[in-house]
């Protein structure tokens, strides 16, 4: 059908476009950007392409998920979102495959030595699967929308007496200025410090972050001070990786902003890396909170096996 046919061509240049554009780096898009237009291109690969049954849609979603994620292995939100959608296909292969959700939990150990490697079979065709993996994905999109301002809410509830909210506007108003300090800094200032509120690229498997580079120094001294250190994100940057996975962890860029080239003197005798991220350890976090609520570090294995499948950690 030639109409079929364009949308599948139209389809392919609108990927080949996002591979790119993650290859360049992603542009301006922020994470929740990311997340936004993967599952849109996620979706239509769903409605365009053909598959009679889940198994082949997986292999589908598979190949294209590591075809994005290949091209910017730092980018963790783009293989979130896939792992995401593989899910959900799961999910609603089972509800039509008349499988409860109790059995849909993860293997305790047991089960896990006692199955013999047994592999659940997707081969079932079921004509109403595809509408009900859009719908979900449709809901997800939903709950993307949502992410910031419920992240907001549940701040409100963790940071006490309103006290995050209120300060900023009472700032506001009396027209108090903010101090932007260096990192050399924080050290002296952190005994004055109530609360330390951030933001991360990516909350890892071990509850540990992927940051901005300065932020591990920001987590220590406050660790020193015994100054508690809230991290808001929303669930959508929460990763399976773990920090030894070098390729997806380290970005590098040029030191322009640290070492100017007008430096020419140094730049010659002086061979410069300026990372992009930090690994901030689990111990030094104090409190997650997310669109669906605050949550201890030591809880994220929890969260992780109820958005992903532990067989789609590795696409």
Known sequence: M?????????????????????????????????????????????MDHRWSHAGELMKLIRREGRRMTAAQPSETTVGNMVRRVLRIIREEYGRLHGRSDESDQQESLHKLLTSGGL?????????????????????LLV???????????????????????????????AGIETTVMTDAAIFAVMSRVNKVIIGTK?????????AVTGTHTLALAAKHH????????PMFKLSPQFPNEEDSFHRFVAPEEVLPFTE??????????????????PELITLFISN??????????????????PDDHVL
């Open 2 to 46: 030639p109409g079929a046919e364009a949308e599948v061509s139209e389809l392919s240049e609108r990927i080949e476009s996002f591979v790119e554009a993650l290859k360049r780096g992603g542009g301006r898009r922020t994470s929740e950007d990311m997340a936004r237009e993967t599952l849109e291109l996620l979706r239509r690969i769903i």
């Open 119 to 139: 592999n659940e079979d997707f081969s079932f065709h079921y004509a109403q699967l595809q509408s009900n993996i859009i719908e979900a994905i449709n809901e």
């Open 226 to 233: 015994s100054t508690p250190l809230i991290v808001c994100a």
């Open 202 to 210: 990516t909350i890892l498997a071990n509850g540990a972050l992927r």
């Open 264 to 281: 020419g003197d140094i730049l010659e005798k002086v061979s410069v890396h300026c990372p992009v991220f930090d690994y901030v350890p």
């Open 143 to 173: 709950e993307l929308e949502g992410t910031m301002e419920n992240i907001a809410a549940q701040a409100l509830e963790h940071i006490h007496s309103n006290e995050g909210h209120e300060m900023a506007v009472n700032l506001s108003k």
């Open 292 to 309: 669906i609520g605050g949550n201890a570090p030591s809880y994220i294995y929890r969260l992780m096996s109820e958005l992903y499948h």
